[in-house]
Every structure is written in C-alpha cells, then in structure tokens.
C-alpha cells in the first residue's frame, strides 16, 4: 500500500502541475498549488482504500483541497480561485461523463442513466466540498481576526 500511496501522489502531483501550466496558472502557484492538489486527492484516495464512500470520499477531498487552497492564496497574497481550481481538478469526473454518453450512444439507456448520476453525484460533491472549504476558511479567519472591543 505504501507504493500505491507514494504513485498516488506523485501521480496528483504531476497531473496538477500539467494543468497549472495548461491553465496558465501563475509560475509561482505551480508548485504550492500542485502539492495541494497532490494532498486533496491523495486524501480522497486513502479514504476510498479505507472504505469510505467514493462520495463522501470526495467531498471530504475537496473541502481538504479548499481550505487549503485559501489558505496558500492568502499566504501567497494570490486569487483563491487559483489554488480551488487546481486543489479539484483531479477529482473531475470525465471518465464517468464519457462511459454516460457512451451507453446512452450505444442505446444502454439504463446502463447510461446510472453512469450519469454517479457522475453528478462526484460533480455536487466537489462543489459542497469548494463551497464548505471557502466558508469555513472565512468563517475560521473572522473569528481569529476579530477585533477585541
């Protein structure tokens, strides 16, 4: 498992870094934002080899991926978008969209309808983990930077 785990990450690490460059992301957010995505997936991995559901798996995987994210973009003085985008993109679910349009082409329309809704089921789940990173990650920096009256 310990392999698994190094090529897992490794793996995350580099597919995040090709898609900073793709994306044109800042050089200087090539790498902090690679090792986030590196963390978030490997995450999400460790749980799913624990026995954790794929979409709790995910969602617990974008949050850590989030809060991450927001963390460096502040650190780094840089857009969390930057560092979400990024954070998530080995999570997208386009082997899943493609094997749905695939059944559905081929006329498997049951086959096709249940490849769908696993897809948008990882596709919400991304989206609650993002949003509950960001709020939680603000909702953590007011109440440290409260100002005592």
Excluded: D
């Excluded at 870094?17 to 490997?42: C, D, E, M, N, Q």
Aim: aromatic share 10%.
């Amino acid at each position: 498992m310990t392999g698994q785990f190094l090529l897992t990450a490794l793996s995350s690490f580099l597919g995040t870094l090709g898609f900073a460059v793709l994306l044109r992301a800042p050089k200087r957010a090539w790498i902090p934002s690679s090792l986030v995505g590196a963390f978030a997936y490997t995450l999400y991995w460790f749980l799913l080899e624990t026995g954790v559901s794929e979409a709790a798996s995910i969602f617990i995987g974008a949050l850590a991926g989030s809060i991450l994210g927001q963390a460096l973009a502040r650190r780094l003085k840089m857009i969390g978008t930057i560092f979400n985008t990024l954070a998530i993109v080995a999570f997208v679910p386009g082997l899943g969209l493609y094997r749905c349009m695939a059944l559905l082409a081929a006329g498997n329309t049951q086959g096709g309808a249940v490849a769908g809704i696993q897809a948008m089921v990882s596709i919400v789940m991304i989206a609650l983990g993002l949003g509950m990173g960001t709020f939680v990650f603000r909702f953590l920096i007011h109440a440290i930077e409260k100002p005592v009256n």
